[in-house]
Nanobody
Framework: QVQLVESGGGLVQAGGSLRLSCAAS????????MAWFRQAPGKEREFVAA????????TYADSLKARFTISRDNAKNTVYLQMISLKPEDTAVYYC?????????????????WGQGTQVTVSS
């Protein structure tokens, strides 16, 4: 069973930065794509960013690509999301997810393991 544990969320002022981490259990981390999604109150979960198995390919939600960066360290079984110039509308629970294949996808169906999420709150 794969477990994903997010960390690094918190309260930050608008314009600030945060780096989220997602630690994965198991020895197959490097075989699969990883992604970040987020869900704001009253809204559906939305795609944020994804990274291929070796980090060679990434994809982002168009509205976020200028401020968010996804990366991974397969030696540490960890995927990261660096967020800069945060805005109040970035407030959400952020989830990491493990892909069903080694290729990046932006749809929920492409991911079959999910973490519990970490809260990010951006104050104005």
């Amino acid at each position: 069973q794969v477990q994903l544990v997010e960390s690094g969320g918190g309260l930050v002022q608008a314009g600030g930065s945060l780096r989220l981490s997602c630690a994965a259990s198991g020895r197959t981390f490097s075989w699969f794509a990883m992604a970040w999604f987020r869900q704001a109150p009253g809204k559906e979960r939305e795609f944020v960013a994804a990274i291929s198995w070796n980090g060679g390919s990434t994809t982002y939600a168009d509205s976020l690509k200028a401020r968010f960066t996804i990366s991974r360290d397969n030696a540490k079984n960890t995927v990261y999301l660096q967020m800069i110039s945060l805005k109040p509308e970035d407030t959400a629970v952020y989830y990491c997810a493990r892909g069903t294949t080694n290729n990046v996808r932006s749809d929920n169906a492409g991911y079959n393991y999910w973490g519990q999420g970490t809260q990010v709150t951006v104050s104005s």
